[in-house]
């Protein structure tokens, strides 16, 4: 199993097969979105995801950025992992106020 890196997304790929990813944005120079964790079905969900996050957390460091967490599951880590990269006033991730995924391909309406 290897971790790959890309602007904005962390993968672990074994035998050339995706079993998991991480997705960022980075918003400025100094702000970066921890957005979403995947890991593949029947795969060891917990271990693959604290890869990413411990990789995620080198880079941010490395990076000198503060991270709003929207993943449900990298909240809970970091509830018992502190780390000081993070803003005071994080991003809900349900209610009201949560911030909406944006379609990769949106539909186009156009108005006549």
Request: hydrophobic content about 45%; overall charge negative.
């Amino acid at each position: 199993m290897t971790i790959t890196e890309r602007p904005g997304e962390l993968t672990i790929v074994d035998d050339g097969r995706l079993l998991a990813s991480l997705h960022y944005l980075r918003l400025d120079e100094s702000t970066w979105v921890l957005e979403q964790i995947f890991v593949r079905p029947a795969q060891p969900a917990t271990a693959l995801a604290e890869q990413l996050i411990k990789r995620f957390t080198q880079l941010a460091t490395t990076a000198n950025v503060s991270v709003k967490l929207l993943d449900p599951y990298a909240k809970r880590y970091f509830a018992t992992h502190p780390a000081d990269f993070l803003t005071a006033h994080q991003l809900p991730v349900s209610g009201a106020d949560a911030v909406r995924p944006v379609a990769l391909h949106p539909e186009h309406i156009e108005e006549e």
